[in-house]
């Protein structure tokens, strides 16, 4: 079975710019979920998104969102960004996610390392 | 403010010996705690997990020790070897009213290094 796929691995982009960043999950997964690892903060819960819904949010900005779709791939989005979104940006996906009470066992891609310029 | 703690960055271990690393938390409502394992240039991996209800869960080499009383948890690695040398995550999350679990919240990582 293949893992998580998350597209591009790298990007640059500069200050004002806007990003999407993609990830297709386990076949057969239907939870999704994003974070954010920066040196400083460690990783950091985004957001998580089951059956195109977003069912769980962290503590960012409006300026990141996203979005699933029926196949349950989802894409993420920064907008205007800053130079403190440079990190690497890590998807996971599980089964059912969050919803059933136990964190589900969470597989996580390998990330795309953004570049802010 | 970090609620999943790991003070330690780093830690050396010699191959064969137990590697201990440790993880403190300030949230009382964390009810679930996993590690993580992430070698570089890949996604973490998940280790094993263990519900609040629980002080030990053991799996192969692997051992996670709760004490509530103390937030603190731990994972044993015994006997280690080299490919265990990686950075080592420990996560948490907690129960939400009206059902459901919080996003993981993860401390900074420790870099396990095993020494041949």
């Known amino acids: 079975k293949a893992g998580v796929t998350q597209t591009p691995r790298y990007l640059i982009k500069t200050r004002g710019q806007q990003v999407t960043l993609s990830c297709s999950p386990i076949?057969?997964?239907?939870?999704v979920s994003w974070y954010q690892q920066t040196p400083g903060q460690g990783l950091q819960f985004l957001f998580e998104?089951?059956?195109?819904?977003?069912?769980n949010k962290g503590n960012f900005p409006g300026r990141f969102s996203g979005r699933q779709f029926s196949n349950s791939r989802s894409e993420m989005n920064v907008s205007t960004l800053e130079l403190g979104d440079s990190a690497l940006y890590l998807c996971?996906?599980?089964?059912?996610?969050?919803?059933?009470?136990?964190?589900?066992?969470?597989?996580f891609g390998p990330g795309t390392r953004l570049t802010v310029l | 403010d970090q609620q999943v703690k790991q003070n330690s960055p780093s830690l050396s271990v010699q191959e064969g010996r137990i590697s201990i690393l440790n993880c403190d938390y300030t949230?009382?409502?964390?009810?679930?705690f996993l590690w993580y394992k992430k070698y570089p240039a890949e996604g973490p991996t998940f280790l094993i997990s263990?519900?609040?209800?629980?002080d030990k869960n053991e799996d192969g080499r692997f051992t996670v020790f709760l004490n509530k009383s103390a937030k603190h948890l731990s994972l044993h690695i015994v006997p280690s070897q080299p490919g265990d040398s990686a950075v080592y995550f420990c996560?948490?999350?907690?129960?939400?009213?009206?059902?459901?679990?919080?996003?993981?919240?993860f401390g900074k990582g420790t870099h396990l290094i095993i020494q041949p």
């Open positions: 996971a996906s599980s089964l059912v996610g969050l919803a059933g009470g136990r964190p589900d066992t969470q597989y």
């Open positions: 076949s057969g997964h239907r939870s």
């Open positions: 998104y089951f059956s195109e819904t977003q069912r």
């Open positions: 949230n009382s409502m964390f009810d679930y």
């Open positions: 263990i519900s609040s209800i629980k």
């Open positions: 996560a948490a999350s907690a129960w939400l009213e009206g059902g459901g679990a919080d996003g993981l919240t």
